[in-house]
């Protein structure tokens, strides 16, 4: 049986640059808040004032669901409500 040359294909100096992909065993660096949805946690930030933006950027969007800022360094929770008018 004749053997085969496999050529591979020739890598760019672009392509060294690749995001690092996270998974459930390494995670990112999380801020000191952070932003929950329906006890999910989408997002951290380094100030308060940034994740509560964030929160009611999402609140006036989806008024159903339930957005919490949690302070992972005060262990303290900031339920978001949206105030009638």
Avoid: C
């Amino acid at each position: 049986m004749a053997s085969r040359q496999i050529k591979m294909p020739v890598k760019d100096e672009s392509e060294k640059e690749v995001e690092e992909v996270f998974s459930q065993r390494k995670r990112p660096e999380a801020g000191r808040y952070w932003l929950q949805v329906d006890r999910q946690t989408k997002g951290s930030y380094a100030s308060a004032e940034a994740a509560q933006s964030a929160a009611l950027a999402i609140k006036t969007g989806h008024p159903i669901v339930s957005v919490v800022v949690y302070d992972a360094k005060a262990g303290e929770n900031h339920v978001m409500e949206l105030v009638k008018d």
